[in-house]
């Protein structure tokens, strides 16, 4: 008996063969795995300390804070490699799928098993290379399929995101992606959405996200179309999907090298002199 969502154990006698039932032994939950006398794993601590984050491969400790901040300060960039940029050939980055209907996001290898859906992925333009899929087939009506990355840090006004997406057949419904916070999920912008039929390709998407606080996240979503009209013809159902997801000018310090670069950022018609004179 193991798992969130086990039942009970109930073990009953009775006299006869029509008597009625007499419980004599019970049990109810997790009980995990008590019966192969297997103890549970015990649990690593953080050997950098609460708050930080070991690189990976030169077991340095840098701060939580500069994870997903969109600098590498590992050697490797371990510290952002699980942070949404992503072509999807060795994992996801960080997205994950937190659909609670049937269709989902998971990442797929060569010709979508539906109608509709790509034939290869994107960065290789084979079908060796790897993607997110979300099956038209499998679904059911308004089920929205949904996958996110982990909160990132404070984004520079510059910041946006470019990906490619594959939308075919008339099933082809509908898919968007938000900016979502993950301390108060009400606060959710969407910065893209595309709807039906964009043909047989991928096609490259991008959105800004702009100057934000740390503690965002990107939350892309699919609701393929099902029609029940037979006066449709063609492809009724479509798979969907994603690929090559990559942050662009996100950093706050990457654009601003210098205090007299951000206030011409600021200031794009005034001279330099001006900031001499005001002394700002
Ligand atoms: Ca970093
Ligand atoms: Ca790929």
């Given at each position: 008996m193991f798992g969130r969502t086990i039942g009970s154990l109930n073990v009953y006698t009775r006299n006869s063969i029509r008597g009625a039932p007499r419980k004599i032994w019970q049990k109810s939950g997790n009980v995990a795995s008590l019966s192969t006398g297997t103890p549970a794993p015990p649990t690593t601590p953080n050997p950098c300390g609460n708050n930080s984050f070991q690189c990976v491969s030169n077991h340095q400790c840098i701060p939580?804070?500069?994870?997903?901040?969109?600098?590498?300060?590992?050697p490797d960039k371990s510290d952002e490699a699980s942070c949404g940029s992503c072509?999807?050939?060795?994992?996801?980055?960080g997205w994950k799928d937190i659909s609670t209907g049937r269709y989902n996001f998971h990442r797929f290898q060569g010709s979508?098993?539906?109608?509709?859906?790509?034939?290869?992925?994107?960065?290789?333009?084979?079908?060796n290379g790897y993607y997110m899929l979300v099956e038209g087939a499998s679904g059911l009506f308004y089920t929205r399929a949904r996958m996110e990355t982990v909160p990132f840090g404070a984004t520079s006004p510059s910041c946006h995101v470019t990906f490619y997406y594959h939308m075919f057949g008339l099933g082809a419904g509908n898919m968007k992606l938000s900016v979502v916070n993950s301390n108060n999920p009400t606060d959710k912008t969407y910065v893209w959405s595309m709807t039906g039929n964009q043909g047989n390709g991928w096609h490259m998407g991008s959105a800004d996200i702009g100057q934000l606080k740390a503690g965002y996240k990107l939350q892309f979503e699919a609701l393929p179309y099902k029609t029940a009209s037979p006066s449709d013809t063609g492809i009724k159902t479509s798979d969907m999907a994603i690929d090559d997801v990559i942050f662009n000018n996100?950093?706050?310090?990457q654009i601003f090298s210098n205090l007299s670069e951000y206030k011409m950022f600021l200031f794009?018609?005034?001279?330099?002199v001006f900031f001499n004179i005001c002394n700002l």
């Open positions: 939580q804070a500069q994870v997903c901040d969109f600098l590498s300060q590992c072509t999807f050939e060795s994992g996801q980055c979508s098993p539906g109608t509709g859906g790509p034939k290869g992925d994107h960065t290789t333009n084979s079908a996100c950093s706050p310090s794009p018609t005034l001279t330099p």
